[in-house]
């Protein structure tokens, strides 16, 4: 039954790793085809497109790693339920991964974001920042601007929780 868990879990990472590096290949590759001047330019891109998933690729397992680390300690320390708030892909690493660490993750998001891939209840920043649960702030960039932005609405750092 364990074997099954954990192919499941990989499963879903795989999932979840091609998606963003897509996403951010697309992003990428709408750049790409801009002002080709020749063969020579279109190279140089090509090998610069390699160098991007490559970083990207390394970027993304990185992210599931510590994601990954980052739940199995809150677990050890009997957590059993956290706020994720940040970048969406990352949070749906972490959403992902409560299939193998038992912890309850529920999404905080800005009012202005309209969709809700991953969870079904996804709460405002304001509303999560009044409850007395732990926060994990789902991204490797911007966290000074994430952390900033929890402890003006009243979050205790102790409260906070980075991928680190």
Not at 39 to 60: E, L, P, Q, R, T
Request: hydrophobic residues 45%; glycine residues 4%; contains cysteine.
């Amino acid at each position: 039954m364990r074997f099954w868990k954990w192919v499941w879990v990989w499963a879903l990472l795989t999932k979840t790793f091609l998606k963003t590096l897509a996403r951010q290949l697309y992003l990428k590759l709408t750049k790409f085809t801009r002002r080709s001047s020749g063969a020579i330019d279109f190279f140089g891109k090509f090998a610069a497109g390699y160098d991007f998933v490559k970083s990207v690729s390394m970027y993304n397992w990185e992210v599931i790693q510590r994601s990954r680390f980052c739940l199995k300690q809150l677990a050890a320390d009997n957590v059993q339920e956290v706020f994720v708030y940040g970048e969406r892909d990352v949070t749906e690493v972490l959403y992902n991964l409560t299939f193998e660490i038992p912890i309850k993750v529920n999404m905080l998001g800005e009012h202005y974001k309209t969709s809700n891939d991953v969870a079904s209840h996804e709460l405002l920043v304001e509303t999560g920042a009044t409850r007395p649960r732990k926060v994990i702030i789902a991204s490797l960039v911007n966290i000074e601007e994430r952390t900033m932005r929890l402890c003006e609405m009243g979050v205790d750092n102790r409260r906070i929780v980075l991928l680190s």
